[in-house]
């Protein structure tokens, strides 16, 4: 007799009824879950794993990142003090321009963000030097490259900058100042000097007036001195040679002192007659003009042979035991003096609070009676010097931005900005710039 007839003839039991309904359960859950479903959840578990995976790789790779990018700066570091230790006489001073400088040239003129301009090694090791000077050269970089603005020319494509700009110096209270490459004593890397007669032109406007000021310069020894400034309130200052030049007197006989004060533009040019004699009468004699005003120191009566001058100037010919190699020239300041025994000169020295414009230096006497000197001033700044011949020096100081300032003449001694206080030299924006 079959179950079914069973319950039929005498009724089911209950316990086999819960039987019957815990097994419809069972079947129903089945139903509902089938066992792809439990598959999908190994599945699910598999992928979590496989993402925990995933971010501990990550975190491997980007702690891998920053031991390189710590070990690349690291081993940069250890490069350029390497170099240094290796200097006969240390002058660390050298090494911010030096990173400075090489961080540009791998910059190129690709604009970066601030992470990737510090995977530059250099960029890098001048962040940990000086962190706000790092993110001046930064700001200014990218600021050069945003400038640049690019026209058709016969010569193709040529960067063209602003002509409104000029270079500002901060002065002692910064100790800001550009160095460059032009040794007077050695300019075209061949020995050749400038104590066979110079002339140097430049537009300057104080912020500060008195005191030992120098617009540009060096001094490596008392013989070899070269600079360019002011002594007082009133008196000029001309170092050329053994010779100073320190005069009040405006060579009319009439106008005293130097007649400069703050925030007015006044150009300059100074020129010497050299010492040998042959090509351009080697008469020594130093001239000074301001604003086309020649002035002399004494206003040296006829027939002592300064009458149309200042006075001989004392010049040693390329004379090595007197003449230090450390004698580049520094715009905003100049070398300072320490002596023949001693350390090279350092690199600040009486810093002008002033701006610069329109450097430019001949390797001859190019004015007598004062006629170079007028047709340069009244030009103002649009006077373009690379027209004439003998130009060894020309520095416009117009880039507007960066840490470079193009020498444009042939001999491309290019200057750096540099500082040995707290900020570098500053782009300005001149209104009488024409």
């Known amino acids: ?26 079947n129903e859950m089945f139903i509902s879950k089938p066992v792809g479903d439990i598959k999908s959840f190994k599945a699910q578990y598999q992928d979590e794993l496989v993402e925990k995976d995933r971010v501990i790789e990550n975190l491997k790779q980007e702690l891998n990142s920053q031991w390189l990018t710590n070990q690349t700066a690291f081993n940069t570091k250890k490069l350029y003090e390497d170099k240094i230790k290796k200097m006969d006489i240390v002058d660390s001073t050298k090494l911010i321009p030096t990173l400075v400088e090489v961080s540009k040239q791998k910059q190129g003129s690709v604009k970066l963000d601030w992470m990737s301009w510090l995977e530059i090694p250099e960029s890098n090791y001048l962040f940990q030097i000086n962190e706000s000077l790092a993110k001046k050269v930064f700001q200014e970089n990218n600021l050069l490259i945003d400038r640049l603005r690019y026209k058709k020319g016969r010569g193709g494509d040529a960067p063209a900058v602003d002509r409104d700009y000029v270079l ?50 060096r001094r490596p020894e008392t013989d070899g001195r070269w600079e360019f400034g002011l002594k007082s309130n009133r008196l000029v200052h001309v170092g050329v040679g053994a010779t100073v030049k320190d005069d009040n007197t405006h060579y009319d006989g009439v106008e005293t002192g130097h007649g400069m004060t703050v925030g007015n533009w006044y150009h300059w040019m100074v020129t010497y007659g050299g010492d040998d004699g042959a090509s351009i009468g080697g008469d020594r004699i130093v001239r000074i003009w301001i604003n ?14 300064n009458e149309n001058g200042m006075g001989t100037a004392n010049w040693v010919d390329g004379d ?72 060894v020096g020309y520095w416009r100081l117009n880039e507007g931005s960066g840490t470079t300032v193009e020498d444009l003449s042939r001999f ?15 782009w300005t924006k001149n209104g009488s710039y024409e």
Not at 350 to 366: D, F, H, M, R, V
């Open 1 to 26: 007799m079959s179950l079914d007839l069973l319950k039929e003839r005498f009724g089911g039991t209950k316990s086999t009824d819960k039987k019957e309904t815990d097994k419809q359960k069972l």
């Open 292 to 305: 086309g005003k020649e002035i002399y120191k004494d206003g040296a009566a006829s027939g002592t042979g």
């Open 412 to 426: 491309g001694n290019h200057g750096t900005l540099t500082t040995d206080g707290t900020e570098l030299p500053t």
């Open 168 to 217: 500002t110096f901060g002065g002692d209270s910064v100790n800001d100042y550009v160095a460059t490459t032009f040794n007077p004593d050695n300019y075209d890397g061949t020995g050749v000097g400038l104590n066979h007669g110079f002339t140097v032109s430049y537009w300057v406007k104080p912020a500060e007036i008195g005191g030992f000021l120098k617009a540009l310069g």
């Open 320 to 391: 090595t035991n007197t003449v230090n190699d450390a004698s580049n020239l520094y715009f905003g300041a100049r070398a300072a003096f320490q002596g023949l025994t001693e350390l090279p000169p350092t690199p600040y020295n009486q810093g002008w609070a002033c701006s610069l414009s329109e450097i430019a230096i001949y390797n001859t006497e190019k004015d007598e009676d004062g006629t170079f000197a007028n047709e340069v001033y009244n030009a103002g700044f649009s006077y373009d010097h690379r027209k004439n011949n003998n130009l």
